[in-house]
């Protein structure tokens, strides 16, 4: 049974910083493009990031350019989320997906409807 499932989450001080973690179970996520998006009390879900099945292909919210990483270990089946420089607008529930139908970000519309598979969601809290 395929299954996303975060961690890493918690709380931090505006500048820290965290890493969460997803780890995929099922071997055909070793082929789909990942992302993570994000959702705050309120307001809708938003793209954060993305990872083409090679993990040479990335992108990511104008939000997050220049703090965020993702990357990927394909041995592994995990996917990971280095956050940096953290701001408080930054506190969300952050969830991870998997799009089954693409291996490559060429193309790719990122919102919540391209992608079939998600996780539970961990909390970032980060503190002003």
């Known amino acids: 049974q395929e299954q996303l499932r975060e961690s890493g989450g918690g709380l931090v001080q505006a500048g820290g910083s965290l890493r969460l973690s997803c780890a995929a179970s099922g071997r055909a996520f070793s082929m789909y493009v990942m992302g993570w998006f994000r959702q705050a009390p309120g307001k809708e879900r938003e793209f954060v990031a993305a990872?083409?099945?090679?993990?040479?292909?990335?992108n990511y919210a104008d939000s997050v350019k220049g703090r965020f990483t993702i990357s990927r270990d394909t041995a592994d089946n995990t996917v990971y989320l280095q956050m940096n420089s953290l701001k408080p607008e930054d506190t969300a529930v952050y969830y991870c997906?998997?799009?089954?139908?693409?291996?490559?970000?060429?193309?790719?519309?990122?919102?919540?409807?391209?992608?079939?598979?998600w996780g539970q969601g961990a909390q970032v809290t980060v503190s002003s």
């Open positions: 990872i083409g099945w090679s993990g040479r292909s990335t």
């Open positions: 997906a998997a799009d089954r139908d693409r291996g490559y970000l060429s193309g790719m519309k990122y919102d919540a409807d391209s992608f079939d598979y």
